[in-house]
């Protein structure tokens, strides 16, 4: 049960300043949020494998391989700034 005092103390955590009507508020929406959230503890779960994702995932990276490059002077024709062979930008600090 979230009680006014709870909410006190996550506002002021979160730096919110809450009327009395706004702490009342969130108190009776927190309490049904966990109400409901206990009633998942009533469903029977004895069959259903522990799961880390609904869905199936799989890696979808492709694999790594050698090919043809282009040209170091092609890549950089159109570099606003360049410095030798290389993308020249800001320094960022």
């Known amino acids: 049960m979230i009680t006014i005092r ?3 103390h ?4 979160a730096r919110l300043e809450l009327n009395e009507e ?12 966990l109400e409901y959230a206990g009633m998942l503890n009533e ?5 259903v494998p522990p ?3 609904v869905l199936p995932l799989q890696n979808v990276f492709r694999e ?3 090919g043809a490059h282009m040209p170091p002077e092609e890549v950089l024709a159109n570099a606003p700034e360049r410095e030798d062979r290389y ?7």
């Open 22 to 33: 706004e702490k009342k508020t969130y108190a009776r929406q927190l309490n049904a949020i």
């Open 43 to 47: 469903l029977d779960t004895a069959d």
């Open 6 to 8: 709870d909410v006190e």
């Open 10 to 13: 996550v506002a002021l955590l």
């Open 64 to 66: 790594d391989r050698v």
């Open 87 to 93: 993308f020249k930008v800001p320094k960022i600090m």
């Open 51 to 53: 799961t880390a994702h």
